[in-house]
C-alpha cells in the first residue's frame, strides 16, 4: 500500500496494472474501504484487461486519515480524489464510485471536468 500527502491528508491506495493502460479509479461506497471484497478484484480485472486500476481509501474510512474540514464530507472527499488524480498524473482518468462513493465520484467530476 501506498500514501500520498493530498490537502494535508493521508491518503491511502494501490496501483494495479501497467503505467501505459487507461486509468481508472475506483472509490468504494459507504465506509468500505479497498480491502472490503470486489474492489481489489475488479481492479485487479481491470488490470487484466489492459487498464491502469488505482483503489483507495476514502479520507475518514480504512487506512487514510482522518478529516473534519470543509463544507461537508462529501465534498471533502471529492477534492480529495481529485487531489489523487493530480498527485499520480493520471488525468483524463475514468472514476468509477459505488453508493456513497458514486456520490464523491459524481463531485470530483463535476468541479474537475478536465480529470475525466
Known amino acids: 500500500m501506498a500514501r500520498a500527502q493530498i490537502n494535508g491528508i493521508g491518503i491511502a491506495y494501490e496501483v494495479h496494472g501497467k503505467s501505459n493502460g ?6 468504494p461506497g ?24 488505482v ?3 476514502r479520507p475518514n474510512c480504512g487506512q487514510s486519515d482522518v478529516c473534519l474540514s ?3 464530507e462529501s465534498e471533502m472527499q471529492a477534492e480529495a480524489l481529485a487531489g489523487l488524480i493530480r498527485h ?6 475514468a472514476i468509477i464510485g459505488g453508493s456513497g462513493g458514486s456520490r464523491v465520484s459524481m463531485l470530483a467530476a463535476a468541479r474537475n471536468p478536465a480529470l475525466c
Open 88 to 93: 499520480l498524473g493520471l488525468d483524463p482518468t
Open 55 to 57: 483503489i483507495y481509501d
Open 22 to 27: 487507461q486509468p481508472v479509479i475506483l472509490t
Open 70 to 72: 470543509g463544507p461537508s
Open 30 to 53: 459507504g465506509r468500505f474501504t479497498m480491502d472490503a471484497p470486489g474492489i481489489r478484484e475488479m481492479a485487479t480485472a481491470l488490470a487484466d484487461a489492459g487498464k491502469l486500476a
